[in-house]
């Protein structure tokens, strides 16, 4: 059994908070959390400066992802979006993120031009189409450590009762995990515990002014929760204090109001690590200082021709 998988098939409930790149997978990770959910929608925030409506690209995730891995050991929940495309793409998405370290791709069955799951207008593609593309992926996974999280955005589409029959085809086809997407009430949460928790992990998804009520981790877990999500609340928050900041220095021409809200150089270099890659550095560097180990060599061949 896979670790993510072992870790949500028990209690407490697993807190996966959004991150970006690699600066926030480490904040989170020091705060204690045991796994993080990468959020295709704050990589589009932050990237691109844009929507979630699907402008993110496959690699630009990979490449966040394995950037993410590099900085931290945590097992990462990634945002798969729609696959990418089709079938054929969604396994390629599995091989190519399964490869950058995913621990878990969460995919949706929205059709283009998808969007964030708490906007409206959402169009779906058909229940068979999205099963294809689970077992597709199952099919390409190297590891049945990988899992796959189902996504279903069918609630705000087809009713709340289709929602349910499409998570239980999506696990049929081989998904390991189901999160049924914008709830609209207490009661939706409770009833798609009811219906589903005994049957897999199911994960919920909080978002700040979204259709579902804000939600805490000890009262998802009493519906039946294993996974909740917090994808794009870093974001917000970095958004508002980055506002600030740029305001109060445009006025001030000076950052001296604002310092009681920033970290300063040290406190900075301190949680990215510099002081531990500096000794790393020291460790394996040689006596000689670098310039003039490469210079030596240089020196004696010129002479020994002269």
Request: a negative charge.
């Amino acid at each position: 059994m896979s670790g993510l998988l072992d870790r949500v098939s028990r209690n407490p409930i697993l807190i996966a908070p959004g991150v970006f790149d690699g600066l926030t997978a480490s904040l989170a990770a020091a705060a204690g959390f045991e796994a993080l959910y990468l959020s295709g929608a704050a990589v589009a925030y932050t990237r691109l400066g844009r929507p979630d409506l699907g402008l993110t690209t496959m690699s630009e995730m990979a490449d966040t992802l394995a950037l993410i891995n590099e900085r931290v050991d945590l097992p990462v929940i990634v945002d798969a979006d729609t696959g990418h495309g089709n079938v054929l793409n969604a396994r390629r998405t599995m091989q190519v993120y399964e490869r950058a370290g995913a621990a878990a791709l969460q995919v949706e069955d929205q059709r283009f031009p998808k969007r964030c799951g708490h906007l409206d207008d959402k169009m779906l593609i058909a229940a068979s189409e999205m099963a294809g593309k689970i077992a597709a992926m199952a099919d390409a996974r190297r590891s049945p450590d990988t899992l796959i999280i189902a996504r279903t955005d069918a609630i705000a589409v087809e009713g709340f009762e289709a929602a349910l029959e499409r998570a239980d085809l999506y696990l049929q086809a081989g998904a390991d995990a189901l999160f049924v997407e914008a709830p609209r009430s207490s009661e939706e949460l409770a009833r798609i515990a009811r219906a589903l928790a005994d049957r897999a992990p199911l994960m919920a998804n909080m978002v700040e002014g979204g259709a579902t009520p804000i939600t805490s981790a000890d009262d998802l877990q009493a519906l039946g929760y294993s996974i909740v999500i917090f994808p794009g609340g870093i974001v917000r928050a970095m958004a508002r204090t980055a506002e600030a900041y740029y305001d109060s220095l445009k006025r001030h021409g000076t950052n001296a109001p604002f310092a009681d809200r920033m970290f300063d150089f040290a406190g900075m270099n301190a949680r990215v690590g510099t002081p531990a890659l500096l000794d790393v550095a020291k460790r394996f560097a040689g006596d000689e200082p670098a310039d003039s180990a490469v210079a030596a060599p240089l020196g004696r061949a010129s002479g020994g021709q002269s």
